[in-house]
């Protein structure tokens, strides 16, 4: 059974450090792995798709990084802003199979003081 | 595009009554998901739809909880009866498939007192 966990649950910065978020997930045989924004009482907002062919995506201050063998992605954040205060998800699509089968981790809370 | 439109955005109801969350999904998304987030257990995928046939409904909780997506641009999930333990944040998401990734409405908060 596909588990994903991402550490640390929080983490709180001051403005203006670079930080990294991690993910793991425990099946490597993913289809492609997706990060997400959550700011509080909101939905999901997506951030970075990563493809199964592919080992990073960027998209202005993030990086996301993804290593299906060590089963491990990493979510890169430069120069930290407060408005980059929310949760972080992390989410692996199983290889093949069903569509459905997009698991979840628990995020991480971030909070960038001024 | 409106991205994925759920309406109520807050509920509260008494345990007992019938509950009934909408959705409209992306237009041309052939895929529909409807997860409950909780903070014990997270997002949890309760039921999917492609083509508007369900396609996997085992993480549906119970027989109290049904789905239905009688067109391309409408779900309903409905709660019947509704208990105090449904009280979570229900989300709508859509797709054109994996490659593409999910587009996640902003849910429907859901107390049942």
């Known amino acids: 059974k596909q588990e994903v966990t991402q550490i640390p649950a929080a983490l709180s910065v001051p403005e203006g450090e670079n930080l990294v978020l991690n993910c793991s997930f425990t099946?490597?045989?993913?289809?492609?792995l997706q990060w997400f924004r959550q700011d509080p009482g909101k939905g999901l907002t997506s951030l970075l798709l990563?493809?199964?062919?592919?080992r990073e995506q960027t998209s202005g201050r993030l990086n996301a990084s993804l290593d299906k063998s060590s089963g491990r992605s990493t979510l890169y954040i430069a120069a930290s802003q407060p408005g980059d205060s929310a949760t972080y998800l992390c989410?692996?699509?199983?290889?093949?199979?069903?569509?459905?089968?997009?698991?979840f981790g628990k995020g991480t809370k971030l909070s960038v003081k001024p | 595009d409106a991205g994925v439109i759920q309406s109520p955005r807050h509920e509260v109801t008494e345990m007992g009554q019938e509950v009934t969350l909408r959705c409209k999904p992306i237009?041309?998304?052939?895929?529909l998901f409807w997860y409950r987030q909780t903070m014990m257990r997270g997002l949890e995928l309760l039921i999917y739809?492609?083509?508007?046939?369900?396609?996997?409904d085992s993480g549906m909780p119970e027989d109290r909880f049904s789905a239905k997506m009688p067109n391309a641009s409408f779900s309903t999930l409905k709660i019947q009866p509704s208990e105090p333990r449904d009280s979570a944040v229900y989300f709508c998401?859509?797709?054109?498939?994996?490659?593409?990734?999910?587009?996640f409405g902003s849910g429907t908060r859901l107390t049942v007192v």
């Open positions: 998401a859509s797709s054109q498939g994996q490659i593409y990734g999910y587009t």
């Open positions: 099946d490597s045989a993913i289809y492609n």
């Open positions: 990563i493809q199964s062919s592919q």
């Open positions: 989410a692996v699509y199983r290889d093949g199979g069903s569509q459905g089968n997009l698991i």
């Open positions: 237009s041309g998304h052939d895929y």
């Open positions: 739809f492609n083509n508007n046939v369900p396609i996997d």
